[in-house]
């Protein structure tokens, strides 16, 4: 994995983009889903802008299906020098799971293989995911750093593809491991959050940091399993949210007024 320079810290918002993308064939066939384009952009280009303009300064991409084509188009630097001047640019690391184990790590092993990378608390958010109107904000990041939580999730109401959802959440803002058949509303994860390192480290997260034996794990049991303790925060997102699955979402999405 290559690293941010210890010069600039660690990165604080990884976006995860390692996905085969199999629903969208054959649109994913020769291009990554992070790259196809939503009203004039690639995807994951939309979270790069907002945490520019957020003034963030470093994000960590994992990669793997086609996965050279990623820093191919957005080296190590966004925008690129040749752009406009922002407030700040983003410097970019790559974590490249293909070229190092053959293939995706799944969500949880392919941050920790990443955590060595990350800041002690990190913004998280699917590179697949159309989320214009969010914008990576400080003040969010400083009530997290401050809560103590292991997580703070953004859910979204249940689109037709989740009808169920995955979460519950309490008066309280916290996340809730709901049983199916469970009283109260469940909500989907918009796949947006801020997390702590420690969320990935002894004993909430068995592997080992760098994730040296390239192990693939899903996130959803240590998210479950944190939630049972009291230690996920959540709010609802009400704000235009699209996971971009299908092409039939993609080509919705494309004939939409641009954001």
């Avoid at 996905?19 to 009203?39: A, F, I, N, S, Y």
């Avoid at 800041?119 to 995911?129: E, K, M, P, R």
């Avoid at 002894?202 to 479950?224: D, F, M, S, V």
Wanted: glycine share 10%; aromatic share 8%; net charge negative.
């Amino acid at each position: 994995m290559t690293s941010a320079s210890a010069a600039c810290g660690r990165a604080q918002a990884m976006v995860l983009a390692a996905g085969r993308g199999e629903r969208m064939r054959p649109l994913t066939d020769l291009t990554p889903k992070p790259l196809l384009d939503v009203q004039g952009k690639p995807l994951l280009q939309w979270h790069l802008d907002a945490l520019v303009q957020a003034g963030w300064s470093q994000a960590l991409i994992n990669t793997a299906w086609l996965g050279e084509q990623i820093p191919a188009r957005f080296g190590r630097c966004w925008p690129p020098e040749a752009a406009d001047v922002p407030p700040t640019r983003l410097e970019l690391a790559y974590s490249m799971e293909a070229r190092d184990f053959g293939g995706a790590l799944e969500t949880a092993g392919g941050i920790a293989r990443a955590l060595p990378g990350l800041a002690d608390c990190f913004w998280l958010i699917a590179g697949d995911v159309h989320m214009p109107g969010f914008d990576f904000p400080l003040a969010a990041m400083q009530r997290f750093a401050a809560s103590g939580k292991l997580a703070h999730l953004w859910l979204v109401p249940n689109p037709a593809h989740n009808p169920k959802g995955d979460f519950g959440l309490s008066d309280q803002g916290l996340a809730l491991n709901l049983a199916a058949d469970a009283p109260g509303p469940r909500y989907t994860y918009s796949t947006l959050g801020l997390y702590r390192r420690e969320c990935f480290e002894p004993p909430h997260c068995a592997i080992p940091a760098g994730n040296p034996q390239g192990i693939a794990a899903p996130l959803a049991p240590l998210l479950r399993s944190a939630m049972d303790a009291g230690q996920i925060s959540a709010e609802l997102w009400l704000g235009d949210w699209t996971d971009v699955g299908t092409p039939e979402r993609l080509a919705q999405l494309n004939q939409q007024p641009s954001s």
